[in-house]
């Protein structure tokens, strides 16, 4: 279902496991994006979270390079004075929320990333729309360690707040559950994910920016291993139709089936 391709690999004259070759990306480029909210270690379980740290980094699924990157640190609205749990989880301190700024600017800032890499990369992100007016368009898709950041913690507090979010970040791919259908077992988090391929986590767990850029690193080497990667998760009910209309085939029905179907429809307009 999440279109995933296995293949196989050889190994080289120095031990190491080389790719016999490399399986073509549904897309150019990835933006992998790890949002670090607050949080409370018990008693306050029903507070809403807000995103304090809002990072994003650009994969090149040709060659894993990391080409780009955008920071910025979130004043929290709600509650925003941080737990002492939140701080010694995620490493950001309160000065540094409280020199950040409200996420309405942060997405703003975000959005004008976005436009200067569709710039200077000629990046888009609708491929059946945009690529026939694009000459040499490079496709992108949004990467997260599971649904939670997009589907979750900014699709709640955008709403809670009454802010726009922009539309391409209703769709996206989910590491997680395309590692556990790819290598066909359960990962036990970001790290133990990069411990059970032999790569190790680089700066601090729970930093959002590092995050992102680890994985970047574990998406990269999935793509090494023969992971083809395929968006996961619609928010938008259109782009959801889209996919399966360009996935599933269209069967031409039976001709009794296409005389029920006219009969249910002259019914349904004279009622």
Known sequence: QLGLIRRSSTTSSNGKNEARTKLRQLFDYLI????????WKDGKRHYSQEIIEFPAVLLNTSNGEIESEFHMYVQP??????????????????????????????LSQFSKWIQKIQREKKIIFNPD???????EAKSCAFVTWSDWDLGVCLQYECKRKQLRKPDILNSWID???????????????????????????????????DDSRNTARLAWKM???????????????????????????????KSSHLIYMKIKLLIATRL
């Open 175 to 209: 590491l997680r559950a395309t590692y556990k259908v790819f290598y066909a077992r359960k990962p036990k988090g970001l790290n133990g994910a990069l411990q059970d391929l032999g790569i190790v986590f680089a700066g601090r767990e729970h930093s959002g920016l």
């Open 223 to 253: 793509i090494c291993d023969g992971c083809v990667m395929k968006i996961t998760k619609f928010l938008d009910k259109k782009l959801l139709r889209g996919s399966l209309l360009v996935q599933k085939p269209f069967h031409q029905p």
């Open 129 to 135: 729309v945009s690529s026939h007016s694009v000459p």
């Open 77 to 106: 609205q709600e509650h925003p004075i941080l737990s002492e749990f939140c701080t010694e989880l995620t490493g950001i301190k309160q000065n540094q929320v409280d020199e950040g700024v409200p996420l309405n600017i942060s």
């Open 32 to 39: 992998i994006i790890d949002f670090e909210s607050t949080c």
